[in-house]
């Protein structure tokens, strides 16, 4: 029987009924957020960790607006530009979340900025808070840039999972260089370039459309994580139904194994028995 739902995804001890995490920002109300949520069909969901908790124009805070028997929460360092910083957010998150009894106390999503303008990672920051947090005991789950010699480094170095960026945080961009995040996978992933097949490489940012959710998918990401993508359409919660069936349709469709491309046509029809005559014939 062929296979025609998408299993769970594993990360560290964490399993993943949905292989697509949203992000909880940028949007315009926590009412919008939560039907967002709910539509994308996502049980993890990233929240950046700050020293106060973030209320809104009325008082109420993001947490106010999750269902924490529903969602794990995947805290995030957004916003860190050190290593010293981005170790002192997860531990803060860590205790956050423990004190709410959330499962994802144990887990991390590590971000280390290298500046405000590009949102790019710091490999030098980000490697050495990876190696800090897995010493430390966290699930690491690393936004790192879509070198893979950087992403080699950073399994290495524990992560539990390496999440190269499609392109800049917020961008809308896209995967801006499938070759490299096809490279990022097959060297994670394949026993032939010393891989292990069930490590999960997860695309995080710049996603903005459904089709670059599935184009990630097809090119053998085990998920993908993002945010303004859904946030800032201007239909967030239609968005989120679209993110949820993209990231369905990418993972099976990368799974059943496409066509191969040709430079001319091939008939889907037998010639045999045709009532014409064929040019050139």
Not at 89 to 109: C, F, I, M, S, Y
Not at 205 to 221: H, N, Q
Not at 260 to 268: E, I, P, V
Request: net charge negative; hydrophobic share 40%; charged share 20%.
């Amino acid at each position: 029987m062929a296979e025609d739902h998408t299993p769970p995804l594993q990360v560290g001890s964490f399993s993943l009924k949905s292989r697509l995490v949203v992000g909880t920002g940028k949007y315009e109300t926590y009412e919008v957020m939560q039907d967002a949520l709910a539509a994308s069909g996502c049980d993890t969901v990233t929240v950046a960790v700050r020293r106060e908790r973030l209320l809104d124009d009325q008082g109420r805070s993001l947490l106010d607006f999750l269902d924490l028997d529903r969602y794990t929460i995947l805290p995030n360092t957004a916003g860190c530009f050190t290593t010293e910083d981005a170790v002192r957010t997860a531990r803060l998150g860590r205790e956050l979340l423990d004190q709410l009894g959330n499962p994802g106390k144990d887990w991390v999503k590590l971000e280390v900025l290298a500046d405000k303008a590009t949102l790019l990672p710091d490999p030098v920051g980000t490697l050495e808070a990876t190696k800090e947090l897995v010493a430390d005991g966290f699930t690491v789950l690393v936004y790192s840039s879509d070198d893979p010699v950087m992403a080699r480094h950073l399994r290495d170095a524990g992560a539990a999972s390496v999440m190269p960026a499609g392109s800049p945080i917020g961008s809308g961009r896209g995967i801006a260089n499938p070759a490299a995040i096809r490279i990022i996978i097959e060297q994670l992933t394949h026993a032939e370039h010393g891989g292990d097949p069930s490590y999960p490489v997860i695309v995080d940012a710049g996603v903005g459309t459904p089709s670059d959710v599935t184009i990630a998918m097809e090119l053998g990401a085990d998920g993908v994580l993002l945010n303004t993508g859904i946030a800032h359409a201007k239909n967030p919660v239609l968005m989120a139904h679209a993110m949820r069936h993209a990231t369905d349709a990418g993972y099976l469709g990368a799974r059943a194994g496409r066509i191969g491309k040709k430079l001319y046509a091939s008939a889907s029809s037998p010639w045999e028995g045709v009532i014409s005559t064929i040019p050139g014939e």
